[in-house]
T-cell receptor
Framework: EDQVTQSPEALRLQEGESSSLNCSYT??????LFWYRQDPGKGPEFLFT???AGEEKEKERLKATLTKKESFLHITAPKPEDSATYLC???????????????FGQGTILTVHP | GAVVSQHPSWVICKSGTSVKIECRSL??????MFWYRQFPKQSLMLMAT?????????EQGVEKDKFLINHASLTLSTLTVTSAHPEDSSFYIC???????????FGPGTRLTVT
């Protein structure tokens, strides 16, 4: 069974204070690892897909990296508008009725204070 | 691109009644749509997967007769909560996936309150 664990559960930063969020996973054949941002009362917003170890992707102040066991979401010089819950999810190569299924972690609640 | 809408955004209904939630992919064709449920301060839990023109596949523990899913076209899926009870109150979110793509794009969610 695919499993995803995110840490820390909550992270408070001062504006401009860079940090990283962790996503550890176990999966029987990784098809893709996904990062989403979710604001309160809204659906998740797609950020990145990573497919293989060593891959990195960047978008504004966010950078996602992937190893064979975990992924990191690095936030550089965050701003208050980066405050949200960040969700990590994995998709395995399992087929049949499980095709396309995402398994989510519990998320990291990020708060950036001005 | 990759915009998914849901309607309604919130709904209040009385216990015993049925509620239908629509999920539409606005600018792409979605070969697969997914329905999730999210409780306060918890992550998303997959309820079912539906492919256009096929019966939905439900996750273990999800009552298929209570949560009816129809994926009638490549841009529309509906979730009907039948004989709703207060414990069905939750945040329901759909997502859609293009054929040949792995990413899922999520709708804004529907807040269901059963009184």
């Amino acid at each position: 069974e695919d499993q995803v664990t995110q840490s820390p559960e909550a992270l408070r930063l001062q504006e401009g204070e860079s940090s990283s969020l962790n996503c550890s996973y176990t999966v029987s054949g990784l098809r893709g690892l996904f990062w989403y941002r979710q604001d309160p009362g809204k659906g998740p917003e797609f950020l990145f897909t990573l497919y293989s170890a060593g891959e990195e992707k960047e978008k504004e102040r966010l950078k996602a990296t992937l190893t064979k066991k975990e992924s990191f979401l690095h936030i550089t010089a965050p701003k208050p508008e980066d405050s949200a819950t960040y969700l990590c999810a994995v998709q395995s190569f399992a087929g049949g009725t499980s095709y396309g299924k995402l398994t989510f972690g519990q998320g990291t609640i990020l708060t950036v204070h001005p | 691109g990759a915009v998914v809408s849901q309607h309604p955004s919130w709904v209040i209904c009385k216990s015993g009644t049925s509620v239908k939630i629509e999920c539409r992919s606005l600018d792409f064709q979605a070969t697969t749509m997914f329905w999730y449920r999210q409780f306060p301060k918890q992550s998303l839990m997959l309820m079912a997967t539906s492919n256009e023109g096929s019966k939905a596949t439900y996750e273990q523990g999800v009552e298929k007769d209570k949560f009816l899913i129809n994926h009638a076209s490549l841009t529309l899926s509906t979730l009907t909560v039948t004989s709703a009870h207060p414990e069905d109150s939750s945040f329901y979110i759909c997502s859609a996936r293009r054929g040949g793509s792995y990413e899922q794009y999520f709708g804004p969610g529907t807040r269901l309150t059963v009184t």
